[in-house]
């Protein structure tokens, strides 16, 4: 900055009655205080003037005055005697002033308020200042020159503020020849990267095998991340063959496991990640992380991967694509993980979602895991869907695989000595042919309670589940839908011969009538019954409407499914009441097997039995009752 004259190159003071002050002092200091300050010889600011200064033989000095300060003079006679003081003194030279705003610190002249009742001012300077670009630190965004120092000078600057901030990354393609390290103490702050969309490239020039981006932390006792990455494009050129590989778009934390060096609190979001070893990579401690809405396209190894110690992994509809032969869609980790809404596609990848549980007790891994409304595909031979190894307690439910030829889609197994336990098996939905749908692998004894409570929907060929779940709802390979050990239910109301099948469930109206002899009665019947499988209840009442006709033992006929053989010689009991029906001692029935009558008798005190006729009714006889039996 230059500075601006006060008046003209050559100032004279004087004093009144005096004229000018030959030998005379003039002191400066800051306005309003006792403060001395500089002023100068030349425009440039080269010599300084001392201070006070002391005038010639005219009363005259060079004198240059700084821009950016305010001024008070004290003017004395040569021998030291005050003769007046002016506060408040700043340059006026126009052409200075123009100089003064244009450089560096030329926005802190510049006054700034906002629109709206309630604003204050402040200074244009003290505005800009609220984000940070690294623009500002000298990035350029040609794709040529390397940006990563500037990068790191924004984010050192930015963790040098209290609390952090945000750096915004403008539309450019910006080369990085080394790794960008976001690195957190004990103290809680937010150092937030932001980019323009598709238009902020970030270009990988740093060599094999090294994160694009690692944000970790120096100690694992209270520091609290708050990063947020958005709005970014992480392009690596990992393949074989290309200048790089083995490179990582994202790293959180850092292994070994007893370095608790982790990334707390952190959100990637709406990024772009291409051409890389592994998208996103987590290591221990970082917990509580937020992986939503980004495109991981072209990676050899891991689309995101949480490598066993970060907890409350939220890895929501994310989509991931294109991933290289035996490579893993989504693999996580440690305890509570949601996996939901994602999309894994693309030839080569060997397993959509992997997670591993712990290899003894001690790790206390894998717990609390959901795998819900995501959509799979892969049109590889052999292909995994998603495999649980040694989880504690999670849901797989609602998903929908296409293709996977020949895989088995959903796999639950131990991990060393610790085995599934709690996990539930819901409604999923398959495009396939062939391979097993559902399977309970390699299972020990510590596997337990492991439920497939959902049908599995495929529009392939019927395929298998394996394993001893607890509780299974799906189709068998005769199309029978059942309960694993129990009842099973056909796919449609047909007679199966396998006895624990519940083939038939019916509620229907029927007519009990009345014979004597063989001869039908004119009668008026009101009856219901339900038939579950072979047991058939039926209940209601008939009553004689005219006069008794023929003559012969009593029946009742219209049973509505002809009785089965049964053990007690094809007698079973039926409750009745009788109303006006003449008769000596206990009215007894019971149904016949190979039939739909019930003979109607009656039992002595003496013992004696006989069977009632129409010599006991009379034309406003009743009858109530209940009978349940098996069916033929």
């Known amino acids: 900055m230059t500075a601006v004259i006060a008046t003209s190159p050559k100032f004279q003071f004087s004093a009144p009655g005096v004229g000018p002050l030959i030998n005379g002092t003039l002191t400066t200091y800051v306005a309003g205080t006792t403060t001395p300050t500089t002023t100068w010889q ?56 123009r100089e003064a705003l244009a450089a560096s610190g030329g926005s802190a002249l510049i006054g700034f308020i906002q629109a709206g009742t309630g604003a204050v001012s ?103 991340s708050k990063t947020q990455i958005e709005k970014l494009q992480f392009y690596g050129n990992s393949y074989t063959g290309d200048t790089y590989s083995g490179v990582i778009g994202i790293q959180l934390g850092d292994t070994p496991e007893d370095v608790f060096s982790g990334a707390v609190n952190t959100t990637i979001r709406d990024c772009f990640i291409y051409r890389v070893a592994k998208g996103i990579l987590g290591y221990y401690e970082s917990d509580n992380i937020t992986i939503e809405n980004n495109w991981i396209k072209s990676f050899t190894e891991y689309g995101i991967q949480n490598a066993r110690g970060g907890s409350i992994w939220n890895i929501v509809n994310n989509h991931i694509t294109d991933g290289a032969a035996l490579s893993t869609g989504i693999r996580s980790s440690w305890s509570v993980s949601r996996i939901e809404g994602n999309t894994v596609q693309g030839l080569g990848f060997s ?95 510590a596997s337990a309670n492991c439920l497939l409570t959902g049908k599995q929907y495929t529009t392939g060929a019927v395929t298998t589940i394996s394993g001893s779940w607890g509780y299974i709802y799906d189709y068998y390979a005769d199309g029978v839908l059942g309960l694993s050990g129990g009842v099973r239910f056909p796919a449609a109301n047909t007679e199966s011969a396998n006895p624990n099948t519940l083939d038939d469930y019916e509620e229907g109206t029927c007519s009990i009538g009345i014979t004597f002899g063989g001869t039908a009665q004119t009668i008026v019947s009101q009856a219901a019954y339900t038939k579950i499988g072979r047991l058939v209840h039926v209940s209601g009442y008939t009553a004689m409407a005219a006069a008794v006709a023929g003559s012969g033992a009593a029946s009742l006929t219209g049973l509505p499914f002809t009785v089965g053989s049964l053990t007690n010689g094809g007698a079973s009991p039926v409750n009745m009441s009788l109303a006006n029906v003449s008769y000596t001692g206990t009215p007894s029935a019971y149904v016949s097997a190979g039939t739909t009558v019930i003979p109607l008798l009656y039992t002595t005190e003496a013992g004696a039995r006989g069977a009632l006729s129409e010599a006991n009714f009379a034309a406003n006889s009743e009858i109530e009752l209940s009978v349940t039996y098996h069916a033929a």
């Not at 002391?54 to 950016?68: A, H, K, R, S, T």
């Open 42 to 97: 030349d425009r440039a600011q080269a010599t300084a003037n001392t201070n006070p200064i002391v005038l010639d033989g005219n009363g005259e000095c060079l004198l240059w005055l700084d821009p950016l300060v305010t001024y008070k003079f004290v003017l004395a006679n040569s021998e030291g005697v005050q003769q007046w003081s002016v506060d408040n003194i700043v340059g006026a030279e126009p052409a200075g002033l």
């Open 122 to 224: 402040r200074t244009a300077q003290a505005k800009m200042r609220d984000a940070v670009s690294v623009k500002d630190f000298g990035a350029v965004g040609d794709g040529v020159t390397d940006d990563a120092a500037a990068f790191q000078l924004a984010i050192n600057a930015v963790m040098a503020l209290p609390g952090g901030g945000m750096i915004f990354v403008p539309a450019g393609t910006y080369l990085l020849g080394d790794t960008l390290i976001i690195e957190y103490s004990a103290t809680e702050k937010a150092v937030n990267l932001v980019g323009a969309g598709l238009g902020s490239k970030l270009l990988w020039g740093g060599g094999s095998s090294k994160p694009m981006l690692h944000i970790s932390g120096t100690s694992g006792a209270g520091f609290n």
């Open 351 to 445: 397993v959509a979602v992997q997670v591993d549980g712990g290899t003894d007790a001690a790790d206390g891994n894998g717990k609390c895991v959901s795998v819900c409304n995501n959509y799979f595909e892969s049109a590889t031979a052999g292909d995994y869907g998603v495999i649980f190894y040694g989880v504690q307690t999670g849901i797989i439910e609602n998903n929908t695989f296409n293709g996977f030829p020949g895989a088995t889609l959903i796999t639950l197994a131990d991990e060393g000595s610790e085995g599934c336990i709690g996990i539930e098996v819901g409604v999923n939905r398959h495009t396939q042919s062939g391979g097993v749908i559902v399977a309970l692998a390699s299972v020990s004894a």
